[in-house]
């Protein structure tokens, strides 16, 4: 678009305005203001800087605002493609005091653990419909767990998911989540799972969800947590449910250092599952010395990618693998797809204009699940 063309420089064509005129122009121009790929970021008030805070690789970090002279308007445009999703904040400095907050002007908002972010879509971008609940959709069924683990040496909750008119009458493919409370409340995996299987995209799948209780300790190739995984918690769920009784029916999942725990624990106990889900899995490497920048949690990280890179094993015979090419660990994980590859895996891989986030997790879960597990429409018209 013609930079002139531009909203928020029609207004500057159109300086000095009162209070008035920028009320009207925020009321047509809601935040950001997304123009082709242009996303122009406004905030209004009294600031000595304001400033737009994400974590986009290759953009500014921050992103400094100018206020439109004689107003309380600030501004900044940025490039932003089609397709796009980010999640950033506003920053504003008021003398010696810094304050970071969601943007005001903008009610979209994604949660996560760490608490909330405002949302920009670009042209193009849409939240997928089946993230949404359909009351067409038959409902699963939520089943709370503990687990007496002797290799954790506590109690482990997990939470299950049995889907809609299981049966004992029908063996079942087993997917064991990682992260598994977050994926729940930050993902919508329980709609999504009700939704694509109801849609004929997944094959009715029993799904454990497990939570950690240190995953900075527990997920970077930890021996208690994989022997918990693999030697504990899916020889119980096999006494309790109808599942497939075969490596094929088994499926490792998680993201960022949960896609770690999933991959490491497939390694230390090869062929027990046959498919692996990573989603922006933290295999941080090094190809020379040892400052990987990741900081002292990604030390366990950077030395088993790195032995795994050394001597390669076929631990599954697929994976699934998703990342954002806005967050910093898309080098890795393209790197590791000809890796796993060489090694005689099949790998499908999908990139997203996104994140390191809940929100760009979930809008691929139907291309993972349906491709590890995928119900009679796909094999139809696929």
Not at 353 to 370: A, F, P, T, V, Y
Request: hydrophobic share 35%; aromatic share 10%.
């Amino acid at each position: 678009m013609n930079e002139r063309r531009l909203a928020v420089n029609r207004l500057r064509e159109r300086l000095p305005v009162d209070g008035a005129a920028i009320d009207r122009f925020l009321a047509r121009h809601p935040s950001p203001v997304v123009e082709g790929e242009r996303a122009t970021f406004l905030f209004r008030g009294d600031a000595d800087e304001v400033r737009v805070r994400h974590r986009v690789v290759g953009l500014a970090d921050p992103l400094p605002m100018k206020r439109l002279p004689d107003t309380d308007l600030w501004a900044v445009t940025t490039t932003l493609p089609s397709g796009s999703r980010v999640e950033y904040q506003l920053e504003t400095r008021r003398g010696e005091h810094y304050e970071t907050f969601n943007d005001p002007l903008n009610p979209k908002v994604a949660h996560s653990p760490m608490g909330s972010s405002s949302v920009c879509a670009a042209t193009g971008y849409e939240v997928p419909d089946w993230v949404h609940h359909d009351p067409e959709a038959r409902q699963g069924e939520m089943v709370e767990d503990v687990l007496r683990s002797k290799a954790l040496r506590r109690e482990q909750p997990v939470r299950l998911y049995l889907p809609a008119r299981y049966t004992a009458a029908q063996r079942y493919p087993l997917l064991v989540v990682h992260d598994g409370t977050d994926y729940l409340d930050y993902a919508a995996m329980k709609t999504v799972l009700d939704n694509l299987i109801h849609r004929l995209d997944v094959a009715p799948v029993v799904v454990a969800f497990v939570p950690p209780r240190d995953r900075l300790k527990e997920y970077p190739n930890h021996a208690p947590h994989a022997r918990f995984i693999a030697r504990e918690l899916v020889p119980r769920l096999a006494e309790r449910f109808s599942l497939v009784d075969d490596p094929q029916g088994r499926c490792l999942m998680g993201s960022s250092f949960g896609g770690i725990a999933s991959l490491s624990t497939a390694v230390r106990y090869p062929g027990e599952f046959g498919s692996l889900l990573l989603q922006s899995a933290s295999m941080v490497f090094t190809d020379i010395g040892s400052d990987h920048g990741g900081g002292p949690y990604f030390d366990p990280v950077v030395k088993f990618v790195n032995r795994y890179r050394a001597r390669p094993s076929r631990p599954v015979d697929r994976i699934f693998m998703s990342c954002g090419t806005y967050e910093p660990l898309i080098t890795p994980n393209r790197s590791m797809v000809p890796v796993f590859r060489q090694a005689g895996m099949t790998v499908r891989y999908v990139e997203a204009r996104d994140g390191h986030n809940w929100e760009d997790w979930r809008d691929r879960l139907r291309d993972g699940l349906s491709w590890i597990f995928p119900g009679p429409q796909k094999f139809v018209y696929e």
